[in-house]
């Protein structure tokens, strides 16, 4: 599990980051990859990944500002052309059907797969299948703005090849069923019980991916012990007065509701063009006053997620 981030910058694109977009890659848990909000030349961010558009399965809109959705009809469009032919399923608050059916049929662009669109009209769970479960909370940005948080399914303990290899088993089927839990008897008549040569099961991770918004109560909730959680910060903390009048966060905001959430990762993003160089430094320093483990994201910054009790790969991968 890794997330890409493909744009991170707020309002407009700049030359040193583009808007907002966020690409969850799930391509060993289920050879898939989520995005998070698409704003105006995404598709082109993609250009510069390893990420193929019809492996994007699912698109969650955070709300609806342009420098969120602008790049969303494009990216669509591309993926026919570009052999994707499975379903995309589309999240939102409600008109991000509208937006995207009416740019379809103005620009007369036809789409040669499914298109599924999910209009949040409540709180809570948005999917759920055996590997996730996704839910929203509305945060406070001025119009519907949510929060994500994705909560993954513990993992099955390894099984304990080498053990059973000292029984005189034989790697084959009956290795399948053991994996399973499954109580097997042998050819000789012992009976091998899979679940004693499981492994300690690996909890699943938390990722929260919020939207624009001021610190509130619902951030805190979606970020709830996770193991990473995606803020924006468009103002630093002397900007305060401004955050709040735009319904944006600070940086130590962001940081408080890390400390508050217990969460064990920050990443930063959604940061204006006018920081830049050392100021970007005093940003990450500022949040890491409250919460230490905070970085500050920039295009094409992919992060691995690992399970709790494995070591953390290098900060950033490009």
Known sequence: MELEFLGTGAGVPAKHRNVTSLALR?????????????????????L?????????????????????????????????????????EIYGPKGIKAYVQTVLRISQTKVSYPLHFFEIEEEGILFKDQQFEVSCLRLDHGIDSFGYRIVEASHQGELQVQALLELGLKPGPLFGRLKKGEVVTLDDGRQI??????GQAKKGRIVAILGDTRKCQNAVLLAEDADVLVHESTFNKEEAKLARAYFHSTTRQAAEVAQEAQAK????????????????????????????NTLIVKDFDIVEIPFAGEEETDEFRE
């Open 193 to 198: 019980n899979g679940a004693d040569f499981l």
């Open 26 to 46: 799930l391509l060993d848990e289920r050879n898939a990859v989520w995005l998070f909000d698409c704003g105006e030349g995404t598709q082109m961010q993609i």
């Open 265 to 292: 990762r920050l990443l930063l993003t959604h940061i204006s063009a006018r920081y830049v160089g050392k100021d970007i430094t005093n940003l990450v320093n500022e949040a890491k006053e409250v919460f230490p």
């Open 48 to 88: 510069h990944s390893t990420i193929r558009p019809r492996k994007i399965e699912k698109i969650f809109i955070t709300h609806l500002h342009g420098d969120h959705i602008y790049g969303l009809p494009g990216l669509i469009s591309s993926r026919s052309f570009q052999g994707g032919d499975t379903p995309l």
